[in-house]
């Protein structure tokens, strides 16, 4: 089994700045793929950002220059900077990882969800 649980949502003025971190644990021989994904009320879940084993990344657009996706592979970690919130940032944030697990399975998972709230 791997789960992931993330942290560090919160309350935050326009301008203002939280880091998000998503921890995996269980049978995880490597982490293939690591990624932020966020579901606004009434909202599709979009992607946010995520990063690859490579250490290559990708951001949408509108977060682009303010957010920042990083990893510590060797905590199985992955965070997510966020400067210069605005209220549209405003979501539930997932964290969302494809794993290898040491039985040579690749799985997909998907965090509980933290709520980013930002107001103007």
């Known amino acids: 089994q791997v789960q992931l649980v993330e942290s560090g949502g919160g309350f935050v003025q326009a301008g203002g700045s939280l880091t998000l971190s998503c921890v995996a644990s269980g049978s995880i021989r490597s982490i293939n793929r690591m990624g932020w994904y966020r579901q606004a009320p009434e909202k599709q879940r979009e992607l946010v950002a995520d990063i690859i084993s490579g250490g290559s990344t990708n951001y949408t657009g509108s977060v682009k220059a303010r957010f920042t996706i990083s990893k510590d592979d060797a905590k199985n970690t992955v965070y997510l900077q966020m400067h210069s919130l605005k209220p549209d940032d405003t979501a539930v944030y997932f964290c969302?990882?494809?794993?290898?697990?040491?039985?040579?399975?690749?799985?997909?998972?998907w965090g509980q969800g933290t709520l980013v709230t930002v107001s103007s």
């Open positions: 969302n990882m494809k794993v290898l697990t040491r039985a040579y399975r690749y799985l997909e998972r």
